[in-house]
């Protein structure tokens, strides 16, 4: 069931540096010390999402891996985008790699 505004404003704080872009995409950049790093972190995505059967859109751009994450059978945010957004969460804190997280949403998000 997609989320009201409130409901996202509420989900929101409980995943630290995603951000609501264009009112349906969860967002969120991850920079790493290097290409390879950046791989094996969205490989192991890859694997949340085939478990998950709920798939993000992935852009990789050398060391900087964006997801943006959306429900479209539900036209929008779900609780379910919101639960994989914490399990990615987690994949980057043990990361082997991983720096300073970047939280500006891509162009054109917003």
């Known amino acids: 069931m997609k989320l009201t505004p409130d409901e996202l404003s509420q ?3 409980e995943v630290p540096g995603w951000q ?3 009112g349906k995409w ?3 950049r991850f920079a790493f010390h ?3 790093a950046a791989i094996q972190f969205t490989n192991r995505v890859a694997e949340v999402a085939e478990r998950r059967n709920h798939h993000p859109f ?3 751009d050398y060391k900087v891996v964006t997801l943006r994450l959306t429900t479209w059978h539900a036209g929008g945010l779900t609780a379910e985008d919101f639960a994989e957004a914490a399990e990615i ?3 980057f804190r043990e990361a ?3 720096r300073m ?3 500006t949403p891509e162009p054109g998000a917003g």
Do not use: H, K, N
């Open 96 to 98: 082997e790699g991983a």
């Open 26 to 28: 969860l967002v969120r």
């Open 58 to 60: 992935i852009a990789i």
């Open 20 to 22: 609501l872009a264009d």
């Open 34 to 36: 290097s290409f390879t």
């Open 89 to 91: 969460d987690r994949l």
């Open 101 to 103: 997280t970047e939280t």
């Open 11 to 13: 989900r929101l704080a």
